[in-house]
């Protein structure tokens, strides 16, 4: 299976930056899509940024123009750069990641990691 480590969250201020990375490890077949979501108290989670292998890119219409995600495939790495952090942007996030397991590439399943708290302070 795929196990996804995420790095990088923390307490900003508003305005801040911050870089997340997740890292997959494990066994599969083929990685494909990767991306993160976000899940503030009291809400549903939702699609932050994804990237396909590919490189193509997919924004939540608030993180457009502040967050970029990119990857580097052979290392099976992703990142997420936010800039202009706003308390809204305060929550657990969580890397993802599509994948084809070996012995059923014709399937995909998807691994999510445990999540990192980003908070940002007004």
């Known amino acids: 299976q795929v196990r996804l480590a995420e790095s990088g969250g923390g307490w900003v201020q508003g305005g801040g930056s911050l870089r997340l990375s997740c890292a997959a490890s494990?066994?599969?077949?083929?990685?494909?899509?990767m991306g993160w979501y976000r899940q503030a108290p009291g809400k549903q989670r939702e699609l932050v940024a994804t990237?396909?292998?590919?490189?193509?890119?997919n924004y939540a219409d608030s993180t457009k123009g502040r967050f970029t995600i990119s990857r580097d495939s052979a290392k099976n790495t992703v990142w997420l750069q936010m800039g202009s952090l706003q308390p809204e942007d305060t929550a657990v996030y969580y890397c993802?990641?599509?994948?084809?397991?070996?012995?059923?590439?014709?399937?995909?399943?998807?691994?999510w990691g445990q999540g990192t708290q980003v908070t940002v302070s007004s």
């Open positions: 494990g066994s599969f077949f083929s990685l494909d899509s």
């Open positions: 993802t990641a599509r994948f084809a397991p070996f012995g059923f590439s014709t399937a995909r399943r998807d691994a």
């Open positions: 990237i396909a292998s590919s490189g193509s890119t």
